[in-house]
């Protein structure tokens, strides 16, 4: 990891409209991002995380192109993509791709495996002799090359994961965007395929954007993470300096629900941070602070009236609250004090 930029995303927006009934009034669209800008540095892996529905996904899909942005920014390997036309994107697929997180459902089924890692080769005709290719590709993550005339369901899901990987290393790009590649999979395998894509990177000198609701899994992969909540990034941190003291409260709650081995002997446990309220609609999400209605360190009149911005703490460390986390872990004393907070030990 050199430090150079590779892909820059500003203020990237995406809103989709909501379906209404012929008297409904006005119209509706579903925030899904909303104002992101973050950079991924040429040769590291930047980890993302949050609940379901928080916009990861879509923002993964909004940087190689997949949704047309509503608004903001994308610009890859110094070039603007945001609103290029298919034609004109078709050279700069080449060098981005995608792993999907269901390794079935993204393969077809109707096709043997050569025949699917062939395909990139096949619509940008990029290598004569494809088949000799396919194998050396299937061979490099794992998989036999006498697997070449087989057919996707004759294939357990670590075996279609690696098979989805070999697809994504066809055309040799400088970034693979990975949407949960490993949740579908036991933890064996899960481990598996994290060492294979951890080789690659090594091997090939690839960049990343990891896509995770599995903090653990982060940890193990990202240099560096952000943190999304209803379609904005929260927190921004180097890996390592995010789980040591994470500054929003947000990422506290996540981070307290990760299991941690008791110094005492007493088995695992934990101090969890239950969030009161349910997670608000995409739809109409809060003004001001999009966190306020959960947080425990909300206070009237500031934090229901200011949105707080992206403010930077140790290093590159940036998060966007006017409370933020003083002291990590937190202590239950403290969690006691806090109104709409629950603890307990797991």
């Not at 009236?305 to 703490?313: H, I, W």
Request: net charge positive.
């Amino acid at each position: 990891m050199n430090g150079e930029t590779l892909v820059e995303v500003q203020g990237l927006t995406k809103h989709f409209p909501v379906k209404q009934g012929v008297f409904a009034r006005g119209k509706q669209v579903v925030h899904a991002v909303e104002d992101v800008s973050l950079t991924v540095r040429r040769g590291e892996t930047l980890g993302i995380v949050g609940e379901s529905g928080c916009g990861k996904s879509t923002t993964a899909r909004l940087i190689v192109r997949l949704l047309e942005p509503t608004g903001g920014k994308v610009v890859f390997d110094g070039r603007d993509i945001t609103h290029t036309s298919q034609r004109a994107l078709r050279p700069v697929r080449q060098e981005m791709q995608m792993i999907f997180q269901d390794p079935y459902s993204s393969l077809n089924p109707r096709k043997s495996i050569g025949q699917i890692i062939a395909e990139p080769f096949k619509i940008h005709h990029t290598e004569k002799d494809a088949r000799t290719r396919v194998r050396e590709l299937l061979e490099r993550v794992g998989l036999s090359p006498e697997h070449y005339n087989r057919y996707p369901h004759e294939f357990s899901g670590g075996q279609r994961q690696r098979i989805g990987v070999a697809r994504a290393l066809a055309l040799q790009p400088k970034l693979i965007v990975c949407d949960e590649p490993v949740s579908a999979l036991d933890v064996s395998v899960q481990a598996q395929i994290l060492n294979l894509l951890k080789g690659l990177q090594r091997e090939f000198h690839l960049t990343f954007v990891f896509i995770s609701h599995d903090l653990s899994v982060i940890r193990q992969v990202s240099d560096r993470i952000a943190v999304m909540y209803l379609g904005r990034v929260v927190e921004l941190a180097d890996s390592e300096l995010l789980y040591e003291h994470p500054r929003h409260p947000y990422t506290a709650a996540l981070l307290s629900a990760v299991p941690k081995p008791e110094t005492n002997g007493g088995g695992y446990g934990r101090r969890r941070i239950i969030l009161g309220g349910d997670l608000p609609s995409p739809v109409d999400p809060p003004q001001a602070c999009i966190f306020h209605t959960r947080c425990p360190r909300m206070k009237p009149g500031h934090c229901d009236v200011d949105a707080p911005q992206l403010r930077k703490f140790d290093g590159d460390h940036v998060a966007a609250c006017h409370y933020p986390v003083e002291k990590w872990p937190i202590s239950e004393d403290e969690l006691r004090r806090r109104p709409g907070v629950e603890t307990g030990v797991d």
